[in-house]
């Protein structure tokens, strides 16, 4: 059926001008051609070993992670004793290294963070670690998951030197811990370094994160798939990837721990900066002192 022309409309300065319309009626695309090639293909695509996995299948499996986390500090409480045993005697142990690892990086107080390093340890960990079985994928892999994990820390640290130093001393502590109060116009030099090396902290935390675990789980994908591309299918399946498996296991244990170790370095910069300070000036102070008496 022939289409009319659009209509022609004229303006008060007797300019002309149409308004483009679509086909009025839908079109088929012939078999054969571009289009339906095209869509031939789509239909064809589908999920290959090796591709980037689907963002909704590593949510689930986070999730998942949390449900067990969650289950786990359930069954922790419900086991405690005097004389803990079994699950309960485990779980005591976990909160205690847990505690004592926070402690030795952020110093004394820092066990009111554990709670805190603890849960980020233990979530990490196990997402990196349930890539390992089959139909499952390490959540740590996809960065959107890992730059979030960054930006609660960043958030976290910030708000922690605001409450601990208010809001003078949490900017006081961009100009860095030798010049503070002593040499304010440093500020402009060291100023903007310190705020970039600050800002770019959660970027740091999540593409080093997602680097090494998104790297491993792509060698493990080849290997397994190893024999298939050289031709040699016939020879059956075997495990040539075994031996990285292994040293993933090495690999999640310490991205989880250099990202635990990391938030507790931010938290200790920002939560003993002013006690670092009047240590310092104290030392200044007495020194004049033990020289006048001398």
């Known amino acids: ?23 009025t009626h839908t079109e088929t695309p012939v078999p054969g051609t571009p289009a339906e090639a095209t869509r031939t293909e789509t239909k064809q695509e589908k999920y290959k070993i090796g591709d980037i996995p689907d963002p909704h299948l590593l949510f689930s499996n986070s999730v998942l992670v949390v449900l067990v986390l969650i289950g786990f500090a359930l069954a922790a409480r419900g086991k405690k004793a005097d004389k803990p045993r079994g699950f309960g005697n485990f779980a005591e142990f976990v909160a205690e290294a847990l505690n004592n690892f926070t402690v030795g990086v952020i110093g004394p107080g820092g066990e009111k963070y554990t ?96 680097g090494n675990i998104f790297g491993e789980d792509v060698i493990i994908v080849v290997l397994a798939g190893l024999l298939g591309s050289l031709g040699l299918s016939k020879l059956g399946w075997l495990p040539v990837q075994i031996p990285v498996l292994f040293l993933s296991l090495i690999t999640d244990v310490v991205q989880a721990m250099v990202f635990a170790i990391l938030t507790c370095i931010y938290i200790s910069l920002v939560s003993h900066h002013d006690a670092e300070g009047h240590h310092e000036e104290g030392a200044h102070d007495a020194t004049p002192a033990h020289a006048a008496g001398h």
Do not use: D, W
């Not at 059926?1 to 086909?23: D, L």
């Not at 601990?164 to 503070?180: D, L, T």
């Not at 903007?192 to 080093?208: K, N, Q």
């Open 1 to 23: 059926m022939p289409q009319s022309a659009p209509p022609v409309y004229r303006t008060e300065t007797g300019k002309s001008f149409q308004i483009a319309q679509g086909p």
């Open 115 to 210: 709670p805190l390093v603890g849960t980020v340890f233990l979530y990490i960990l196990l997402m990196n670690l349930i890539g390992l079985f089959p139909g499952f994928h390490s959540p740590t892999s996809n960065l959107s998951i890992t730059l979030a994990l960054g930006l609660v820390i960043f958030c976290y640290v910030q708000y922690e030197g605001i409450r601990q130093n208010g809001v003078g001393g949490y900017f006081r502590h961009f100009m860095g811990p030798s010049i503070m109060g002593k040499f304010p116009e440093l500020f402009f030099l060291l100023g903007p370094i310190e705020l970039v090396s600050e800002l770019i902290r959660p970027l740091t935390l999540a593409i080093r994160l997602f």
